[in-house]
């Protein structure tokens, strides 16, 4: 059967890396074992075949599938060699820019987590201040990369030879509003907020003031206010102008999860029906969403899950809305979205193996 | 000296009246002890002259000053006998309701932290469903009490017979928006979006469901959309109309501390300047607001202490600003605050005892 | 096949019984759905068919496959009916003392979670002052009990028709000590140290001035000295006297996992080798005991695994050990162990479902 | 008058250094400001006359009196200048090893939190590895050195040129067993187990794999078995064998405090009152201990205090005792033990400036 894909994935020292190795081999369409990278070559001791992953994530061992797993350095010979149909890239942007070209001549199909694929507009590319931004090459990998969440691109994704898997805090507000506004309830002119939050694993697995124990724990930061570089991303997949939405991030004292509180006008009065049944009519062929109705969800509820969860209440004269949408930020912000485009790549069910 | 004043605090079992009793023995004007009752009469034991404090609030033992407070019960009686020229009730504001006006007739000054006389508009406390709501008393009693956050009402606290000790959300939020309403900056028709987050002592000493450990860490989950009792406080003392002011509570899995993220857009493109000299023009007399300009504060900066702190960015066209306000809810939301009225109604130094 | 057989989890509103229900919906041998049932049959309004589980406890919603069942009133017509083969007790005490009697009468297999059934001495159940102690009943029940440890008892486990499952802390320091103590090791007479840590789980669901968020976070506190009610399992599986252990729980600031430090002193001096092959030895045919030789274990390794890890350092003169003993207190230390019983009361591999 | 004294601290970006600044700007005692210093020279912008210390930690702004304070490069020219009498060095201990000697050159008397003048044995600071160890010189300055516990050697502290602070952990477990060691009651033969467990600013401020909060929160994880810095400090302060005594610590996932479980054996059977007129007699002149009695301590009620508290319960036969010691490790533990020390050398009140 054509089933039997080799994947494997590079930059798995990381924890969104680390949380895709360990969907990936509990994946029923996946029985091949999952060949991990380290993204930097200097990090591997090749002498043992590979380090163990447990010895990186000691909380990887055999419960979860992943105790045989041995980290490797990454070689194109090694990929050529392990005839690799998708590769997953959990790297800094930096190393996607380069090596993504290099997996595409290769004619491997492409799962990037980096923001090194995301933007469409030179504008909001500018953040990452690119070495080859603006090279003919870059522009036209980047007009083959597909915006990687399928409940906006489902069809794109099939076919795609680069998937950009989106930003965390990214997922959890565009999920939240892309229903509203393809409907055109929201008057935009009258400003969107996105006040999100996030544990600290978004903030990455760098030992930094930022990530010490002492700093963030009973704490809470804003930070990024104006400049987060996934903002580009909202503008982008929302079709808002930039003075229309301002999204701010903040630092919760967790380990993992993102809940955004959302707040927007309509053009019309609405009632709980009326945009529960706007959100259903948006999401009914995606299982990876949840709809609370005007039940909000709390960050519990989707930690340690792929899901998306939303809810929403309605101020008195039906003129407001409150939304709140929460989600895993290593999973359905990072490792369970990827999957679920491979799932989609692949014409597999959409939610296999992230149950 | 006329200086020397007898206060004493009912309602010291909760955690912000244990905070006031901690604040009251250490000010430096009130040499004599302070007399602490609980809330509820049976809820003590007399046979021992009263519950030592330590045994309800363990933290507070004689390393504040506070190991030898006893805790008694309440009773008319023994406030008139203690001669109590100031009254501070840290009690359920229904009980507030009606030992106010008591207290009131004994020509006793009274600061009460509850909600019960902090709203002025009869449709604004219609939340609380008062007992006595549109009586001609309550009416009285109600016009008579002062909003007591010094830095907007000064004048009138120095002379109040009751001061309605304003919300701990509330007083975040105020206190981040007045100089700029006040200078006719922000264009409210555009709508202002009060994103706040409190600790868990915010939700109080009762262990609840919502209060278990196993449900307040690692979560963060919004609450009383649209419905918040604090709503009211934050129209009335801004004057801003309903429709244009969204306010959302939090509970974060941390002790204490409140951060209020506050969006606003202005008629006219500011400048870090201009916005820093409105904040530095209106609290130049405020000692307990710590003005921090385009630096943000965090949580951790005012937890345990009694300052607001108050930080702003703004977007880069100058229309838009993102105002991110933290204090200690039991402290500058409360306690800390509470002294504060209390330094100005006896003309003392308005951060006497809160440094 | 015989394989097919009907369980029921009497108790899942508790946390034990929730992660029960968790375990065998997905349990590879259940195809079938299984029936959960309040302790209680007040707690259940039965018109809508059952309460959903995800109404209870929020995290069970779909994403575990729990998200259809629907919590029931217990009867013991509903368990006939359903032709219950195997029947778990997530029940307070008292109410397993009465109805494991009653279910054993139906010819059905018990797994009790509760500390009803564990003990064999009058002397170490005296602490849970059962009503029925000593009466005639209770005492052929209790002669039928098994001690749920597979490690320790799996042969009689394969036939038992009532499986006492062990308590959470009781678990954690059997297992490390059990291979030492039945090498004949350990000098007892010097006396075993057993200083455990719990997350905030073990202390139930129960909202308690105790696992209020307020007292339990940022904090650590001794409980049960000499007293707690594991020390008559851990004295009787162990065969040591009671002079010569000492057992205290404290509750960690966590929401879940048990560690324990153990401090033994040996006959004779022993090196890291002979240690690990003691336990090895011991261990060969247990799939949920990991060994960790000399690297220590945390207590984020086992979290949300069925594991028991175990890891152990040496004095320089090979006289003393200290042990670390970590599990999750709800898998392995409750709801993972009952269902390695089940797998060993039916002859599965004693591993399945719980990896 | 000779009270006032001029006092400096140097390695105040550490948050022992950090806490002793804070401690000695409101002391009583010291009206001038305290002129804080670097333990590096590279690390301080010298331009603007100093570093605020506030920009270094953010908590000490001027609610602690401290906002006025600026770091300044050390130089032994600027302590000259100053004409300092104590010195406190809150610095690593190799720092200590070379400074110390030049400071007591000067005449200067020192109080060093760190490891470096601790131990009087050799095989005990054979774990530091001093560069100088066994020179006469540096054998010569450790014979000066007075250990710093006041409840100890509280004559030999008021003369002393060099008090070498104790470490956190040995002040928490030293308190709580010298009483019951030097009236004999303890059967040292017998073992004695010290299992200490601490919070995270114990492990310092360089953001390490080890205090990054993935890692810390939701955490418990034993380190240093059998091999801890402080058990010498422990051996020597407590007159026990090495083979008679176990010490294990722990990381917690909280900020500050420790909690330490020790288990003793006595030579004959104790009672309560037996054992806490024991501590009572003992501790009858140390404002800085607590005694709780049968009660036991919990780590929350000596957090940001400078107690340190202590309990206890026997076992029924009164031959063994649980006894809970608590403090603050970067109080009782650090900065707040180097005041007390200061306190003695200046025959000042013990808790001056402590409570």
């Known amino acids: 059967m054509s089933q039997t894909i080799q994947t494997a994935v590079v930059g798995v020292t990381g924890y969104a890396g680390a949380e895709l190795a360990r969907l990936l081999v509990r994946h029923p369409r996946l029985r091949a074992k999952v060949p991990v990278f380290a993204g930097r070559v200097e990090a591997v001791d090749q002498e043992r075949g590979g380090i163990p992953l447990g010895e990186i994530h000691p909380e990887l061992t055999d419960s979860h599938g992943t105790g045989s797993l041995r980290l490797q350095s990454f070689s194109w010979e090694l ?150 570089r996934h903002t580009g991303e909202l503008l982008e997949q929302l079709g808002v102008a930039s003075e229309d939405l301002t999204f701010t991030p903040h630092l919760l004292p967790i380990p993992r999860g993102i809940l955004s509180t959302i707040y927007v006008r309509f053009h019309e009065a609405q009632s709980n029906a009326s945009i529960e049944a706007c959100y259903r009519r948006f999401y009914h062929e995606s299982p990876m969403v949840r709809l609370f109705g005007s039940t909000l969800p709390e960050i519990q509820f989707s930690v340690r899950t792929c899901y998306s969860d939303i809810g929403f209440h309605l101020s008195n004269d039906g003129r407001r809305a409150v939304i709140v949408s929460c989600l895993d930020n290593l999973l359905k912000g990072a490792a369970g979205q990827a999957v679920q485009n491979l799932n989609v790549m692949q014409g597999w069910g959409e939610a296999e193996g992230l149950e």
Not at 140 to 147: H, T
Not at 210 to 228: D, E, Q, R
Request: net charge negative; charged share 25%.
């Open 79 to 228: 990929i050529d060699d392990l005839d690799v149909d998708v590769l997953f890239m959990a790297t800094p942007h930096e190393w996607s820019r380069q090596a993504v070209p290099e997996a595409r001549k290769r004619g491997i199909r492409v799962i990037d987590l980096s923001g090194a694929w995301r933007l469409e507009q030179a504008e909001h590319r500018a953040v990452y201040k690119f070495d080859d931004e603006g090279s003919t090459a870059a522009l036209e990998m980047q007009s083959e990369a597909v915006y990687g969440m399928p409940e906006l691109h489902r069809e794109e994704i099939r076919e795609a030879g680069l998937v950009a898997n989106p930003g965390c805090y990214a997922t959890s507000v565009i999920l939240a509003l892309k229903p509203l506004l393809a409907a055109e309830l929201i008057d935009t002119g009258h400003g969107i907020v996105c006040d999100s939050k996030s544990g600290v694993s978004g903030a990455g697995k760098a030992a930094t003031a930022k990530t010490h124990f002492m700093h963030a724990a009973n704490n809470l930061s804003a930070y990024g206010v104006f400049t987060h």
